[in-house]
C-alpha cells in the first residue's frame, strides 16, 4: 500500500469497505451525511457491533428514544445507497415506496373509521432493520393519513395511541386475527416514527 493508498483508507466513506472499492472523493451517495451517519459508517466492522436485544428495543420504544436505533455500518451504507438509487431512478422515495411496495394508485385516505378500511394502509417487513438482535421482526404499519401526534414532544396523541392499541390487539393478538399463530401482547412493541426521522414524509407510519 502506497502512502497515497493509506491516506484515502483513513476517509470516512472508505472505512469499513474492501481496498479496492476505496475513492479519493466521497460517493455521490454519502455526500451531505449527518455526524450520525458519518459516525456509524466509521465504526468498526459489523462483527463487533452488539444488536439491540428485545429488552433495549422495548425501552426505547416506550420511552420514545427511538433515535437510539441505528443500523449495522454495512446496513447503513447498502440503505443509503439503495435511498439514493430510488430518488434517481423513481424521482423519490415515495414514488417507489407508494407504486412499487405498496400498490396504492393514490395516497388520499377514505373517510372511514383509522384502521377499519384496508385501503387506507398496509402492513409490510421492514426492508432495512435497524441493528436487532435477528429473532426480532420489525414491521411497518403504512397508513394513507398521518397520526396525530404532540407538536412539542412528537409522541403520538392518547387518541392516536388508543386506534393503534387497537389495532395491535385486533390484528395481531386476538384468537380470530388473521395470523398463523396468535401472538402474546407482551410479545409486541411499536412506535411511531419522528417526523425528523422519516424518509417518507406524505406517509403515516
Partial sequence: MTPE????????????????????????????????????????PDEDRR??????????????????????????RAYLEYMHHLKKTYGSVLAFIQHQRLHWDEIVPSSDKHFSNPADFKVLY????????????HLIVWTKWQMDD??????????????IEEFIVKTFCEPNAGVTRRIER??????????????VHALGG
Fill in 186 to 199: 407482551d410479545r409486541i412493541v411499536w412506535f411511531k416514527n419522528w417526523k425528523s426521522l422519516k424518509s
Fill in 126 to 137: 421492514n426492508d432495512w432493520p435497524y441493528h436487532i438482535d435477528e429473532d426480532i421482526t
Fill in 51 to 76: 444488536r439491540f436485544n428485545w429488552e433495549e428495543v422495548q425501552e426505547f420504544a416506550k420511552t420514545n428514544r427511538i433515535h437510539h436505533f441505528e443500523r449495522s455500518a454495512s446496513a447503513l
Fill in 150 to 163: 404532540e407538536p412539542a414532544t412528537e409522541e403520538p396523541t392518547a387518541e392516536t395511541r388508543r386506534e
Fill in 5 to 44: 493508498q493509506k491516506d484515502i483508507g483513513q476517509y470516512w466513506w472508505n472505512i469499513n469497505i474492501p481496498e479496492s472499492q476505496w475513492t479519493p472523493e466521497c460517493p455521490e451517495f454519502l455526500v451531505g451525511q449527518t455526524a450520525k451517519n458519518i459516525g456509524i459508517l466509521s465504526r468498526n
